[in-house]
């Protein structure tokens, strides 16, 4: 395993539902990444938190609201999404963000979201 | 100027074949290039990267060749194994920013 936990695995939502994508790493990282997977795309980052900061909001709509509590957990809350919202949504630490904190991401295995 | 474009999109090679990914960027300013490995079901895994003062990083069966010049860099795996069998994405970033910019991937198919 990585270090980086996402629950849960699966999520199937109506558009007006609201619900939480959570995140946890047990790494002592301090930069904790949202990224959105989409078939033939690249990696879309969303947000960026270091030292429970967000430091990035890459233009990402209103409908997801990130929240960092601790260095250690990671949320994204969701809602009245849209079907083109369905996607993986994977959740990633580094040691820092910044210098050379890219150098490692370690990633979770993904929330696979399907919005109806 | 982020983007990084990446191809093939998918590949299909047999059992210790040799498979090529190629990246290409424009933005000059990237000086760090990993690659990131993802299983079905699994997040992306770092598996070999290289900054711009070599042309050639090996790591095991995975190697990395970069042409600075051309700006761009590829991954070459030797005697391909069905468990290498994976999408396989391309990124750069550089070392003073806090963004990795991700190729669209690769899907690599290696047959018995």
Same mark, same amino acid.
Request: glycine residues 24%; without cysteine; proline residues 0%.
């Given at each position: 395993e990585t270090g980086v936990t996402q629950t849960p695995r699966h999520l199937v939502m109506g558009m007006t539902n609201k619900k939480s994508l959570k995140c946890e790493q @047990?790494?002592? @990282?301090n930069a904790m990444y949202w990224y959105k997977q989409s078939a033939k795309k690249p990696l879309e980052l969303m947000f960026v938190y270091n030292f429970k900061e967000q430091t990035e909001n890459n233009s990402v709509p209103s409908r997801f609201s990130p929240e960092c509590p601790n260095s250690s957990h990671l949320f994204l809350h969701l809602h009245t999404l849209q079907p083109e919202d369905s996607a993986l949504y994977l959740c990633a630490s580094s040691q820092e963000q910044g210098f050379g904190a890219n150098e490692k991401l370690f990633f979770g295995s993904g929330t696979q979201l399907s919005v109806l | 100027q982020q983007q990084v474009k990446q191809s093939p999109q998918s590949l299909i090679v047999q059992k210790g074949g040799i498979p090529i990914i190629n990246c290409a960027y424009e933005n000059t300013a990237f000086d760090y290039f990993p690659w990131y490995q993802q299983f079905p079901g699994k997040g992306p895994a770092l598996l070999i990267a290289i900054r711009p003062d070599v042309s050639e990083k090996k790591e095991g069966r995975f190697t990395i060749s970069f042409n600075k010049s051309a700006k761009q860099f590829s991954l070459h795996i030797m005697d391909s194994q069905p468990g290498d069998s994976a999408t396989y994405f391309c990124a750069a970033s550089e070392s003073s920013g806090s963004r990795l910019t991700f190729g669209e991937g690769t899907q690599l198919t290696v047959n018995p």
């Open positions: @047990h790494l002592g @990282h | -």
